[in-house]
Structures are given as structure tokens and as C-alpha cells.
């Protein structure tokens, strides 16, 4: 199975400063059609899981544009512009690429 | 825009089976992959396999042996049994529309397995 590594576990951030969660694959997501099989869902407080972007870098319907997803390979990252009240919750990675699909372990974002 | 809701018993008793109905509103099931992810109580995400309108299936190796996703199209609906539950099954269960890009996702059903 493809091992997904987060970090940080925990992020307390500022209200209007920047935000990055790392995620690590333990093997490639990008697939030979040039796209990585890689998502990113935040799972607000008591609420189910909601898609921000897929593919890596393609941002959800939805999705507030402060969110954007980079990297390639087996690095990914997540960042937030500028964080807001609304952005609490535990952000997970998710690899698509082969089955069975895994996810990362979480990333606690917190108002500081 | 589609809507997905979980319904099931909130309690299984060990040894016995687990089965969950995710019911589609506002489209078709049709010509869509459906999923099934849980979540144990204080933790993440695991994925547990998908389904096509067809009936093609996808299962976690690490269930594979216990679990079956079927879909009632004539219903708009798909289910999920897992048998020979333990302990360890017990999480809050989720469907969610496709399966490598999850979108939306149900509200999800606490499942506690205990006798």
C-alpha cells in the first residue's frame, strides 16, 4: 500500500497569515497521462469530509481561491493565502493513484 | 445538486453483519462510481471500496474478505455489508459520489459494534 505522510500534525495559524500542510507519498502519484493522483479534503469541525482539490493542483467547485494545491511526484503541498475562522478543521491528503486508496493521517488547523 | 444519506443500524452485535444503505438525491446513479470510507472514532480516513452503476466493484484488500458493496439502481441507491464485525469496525461510515475524486460525501452513520 502507498503510505501517506502529513505535516505538521498540528497547525495553529493567525487569522489572515499563510498556512502549509506538507504530504509526503512513499512512492510517485504521478501517473504516465501527466497527472498526480493526489486530493486534498478538510473535514470541518462535526461536519463529514468536503474535496478542496484533486489532481494535485485543481481546485474543487467551491473551493475558496486562498486554497491551492502544488508539487508532483511524491511531495505535495497545501497551501491557504491567507487563513480565516472558517478554515478549522483536520486536513487530509489522499493518494488516488492505485487501490486501495489511502489517506494521511491529518493535519489539525487551529485559530491561534 | 446530489445529495447522499447513510442510513443502518447504530449497533451491531460482534460476529454479526454490518449493513448501511447510502440513498442518491437530485441525480442519477447512473453511469457514476459510489463509495464507501470510514472513520473510528478519533481518527482518519480508510478507504473501503467503490462500486460503478453496473456493478463493478472495487474492495480494500484489508476487508476484502468481509465486505460486499452492491447498488439498486431502480432505487437510486447503494449498500455496503461487512461481515463477522468486531471491535475494530466500529467508526462512523461515509458514501461518497466517484472514487478518485470524492465528491460530495454523505453525513456519515456511527456504526458501534458491541454486544
Known amino acids: 500500500d502507498i503510505v501517506m505522510t502529513q505535516s505538521p500534525v498540528s497547525l495553529p495559524v493567525t487569522p489572515g497569515e499563510p498556512a502549509s500542510i506538507s504530504c509526503r507519498s512513499s512512492q510517485s502519484l504521478l501517473h504516465s497521462n501527466g497527472y498526480n493522483y493526489l486530493d486534498w479534503y478538510l473535514q470541518k469541525p462535526g461536519q463529514s469530509p468536503q474535496l478542496l482539490i484533486y489532481l494535485g493542483s485543481s481546485r474543487a467547485s467551491g473551493a475558496p481561491d486562498r486554497f491551492s494545491g502544488g508539487g508532483s511526484g511524491s511531495d505535495f503541498t497545501l497551501k491557504i493565502s491567507r487563513v480565516e475562522a472558517e478554515d478549522v478543521g483536520v486536513y487530509y491528503c489522499?493518494?488516488?493513484?492505485?487501490?486501495?486508496?489511502?489517506f494521511g493521517q491529518g493535519t489539525k488547523l487551529e485559530i491561534k | 445538486q446530489v445529495q447522499l444519506q447513510e442510513s443502518g443500524p447504530g449497533l451491531v452485535k460482534p460476529s454479526e453483519t454490518l449493513s448501511l444503505t447510502c440513498t442518491v438525491s437530485g441525480d442519477s446513479i447512473n453511469n457514476y462510481y459510489w463509495s464507501w470510507i470510514r472513520q473510528p472514532p478519533g481518527k482518519g480516513l480508510e478507504w473501503i471500496g467503490y462500486?460503478?452503476?453496473?456493478?463493478?466493484?472495487n474492495y480494500n484488500p484489508s476487508l476484502k474478505s468481509r465486505v460486499t458493496i452492491s447498488i439498486d439502481t431502480s432505487k437510486n441507491q447503494f449498500s455496503l455489508e461487512l461481515n463477522s464485525v468486531t471491535t475494530a469496525d466500529t467508526a462512523v461510515y461515509y458514501c461518497?459520489?466517484?472514487?478518485?475524486?470524492?465528491?460530495?460525501w454523505g453525513q456519515g452513520t456511527l456504526v458501534t459494534v458491541s454486544s
Open positions: 461518497a459520489r466517484g472514487y478518485d475524486i470524492l465528491t460530495p
Open positions: 462500486i460503478y452503476s453496473t456493478g463493478n466493484t
Open positions: 489522499m493518494q488516488a493513484l492505485e487501490t486501495p486508496y489511502t
